[in-house]
């Protein structure tokens, strides 16, 4: 069974910086996607970022410039995955969720990810 532990957020400034972390647990995450996604109240989650087991990666728009998403030790023991978020922006606000799926290579299919974290907060403000 697959688990997600979820750490980082908290609050920042605009133009700010948080880390988000996730590390996979409990299946062969070699052939696991991991990805980043935000609760958009009354339009269900929207994918932020994802990264597949060799590394490549996939950003929202909003993100793009502004987070960078990497994995460490992919396929291995201590599988983790991060997301740097920079240059923070109001909008960035929400709660943001470590999502993995069987689906490489098609990481980008990001209405098929099907294993989630509980979720983890990250505020913006001036």
């Known amino acids: 069974q697959v688990h997600l532990a979820e750490s980082g957020g908290g609050s920042a400034q605009i133009g700010g910086s948080l880390t988000l972390s996730c590390a996979i647990s409990?299946?062969?995450?070699?052939?696991?996607?991991m990805g980043w996604f935000r609760q958009i109240p009354g339009k269900g989650r929207l994918g932020v970022a994802t990264?597949?087991?060799?590394?490549?990666?996939?950003?929202?728009d909003s993100a793009k410039g502004r987070f960078t998403i990497s994995r460490h030790n992919p396929g291995a023991p201590g599988d983790t995955m991060s997301l740097w978020m920079n240059s923070l922006k109001p909008e960035d606000t929400g709660l943001y969720y470590c999502?993995?799926?069987?689906?490489?290579?098609?990481?980008?299919?990001?209405?098929?990810?099907?294993?989630w974290g509980q979720g983890i907060q990250v505020t913006v403000s001036s």
């Open positions: 409990g299946v062969d995450p070699g052939r696991y996607c």
């Open positions: 999502a993995a799926a069987d689906l490489y290579p098609d990481c980008e299919q990001w209405d098929d990810y099907n294993y």
């Open positions: 990264v597949s087991p060799f590394g490549g990666a996939d950003y929202a």
